[in-house]
């Protein structure tokens, strides 16, 4: 199983960036989709999750309203939609396949809120 993130980078703050996350050797469509992030000393906490079957979204309170979770099972893929960005989301941002015990991590990806 491979799990590998792109789209991270630098913005400004109040700009937006757009995560991916490809996701193989897995039936993806059985999976719940994850975004986490980890600041710099801080612990990793958790971002958003879509739903397998319903399509449900969920955020945590700190990026509701600003980031938008979506999935392709055409595709194998999660997205991360970031708007409003602020320099308190500098964080390496993480993807997660997770279902019945089993859970699927990528390596991460750096996105860096600076003027």
């Known amino acids: 199983v491979q799990v590998v993130e792109s789209g991270g980078g630098l913005v400004q703050p109040g700009g937006s960036l757009r995560l991916s996350c490809a996701a193989s050797?897995?039936?993806?469509?059985?999976?719940?989709m994850k975004w986490h992030r980890q600041a710099p000393g801080k612990e990793r906490e958790w971002v958003a999750t879509?739903?397998?079957?319903?399509?449900?979204?969920m955020y945590s309170d700190s990026v509701k309203g600003r980031f938008t979770i979506s999935r392709d099972n055409a595709k194998n893929t999660v997205s991360l939609q970031m708007n409003s960005l602020e320099p308190e989301d500098t964080a390496v941002y993480y993807c997660?396949?997770?279902?019945?015990?089993?859970?699927?991590w990528g390596q991460g990806t750096q996105v860096t809120v600076s003027s």
């Open positions: 050797g897995l039936t993806f469509s059985s999976f719940n």
């Open positions: 997660s396949a997770q279902w019945a015990g089993e859970s699927y």
């Open positions: 879509i739903f397998k079957i319903s399509g449900t979204t």
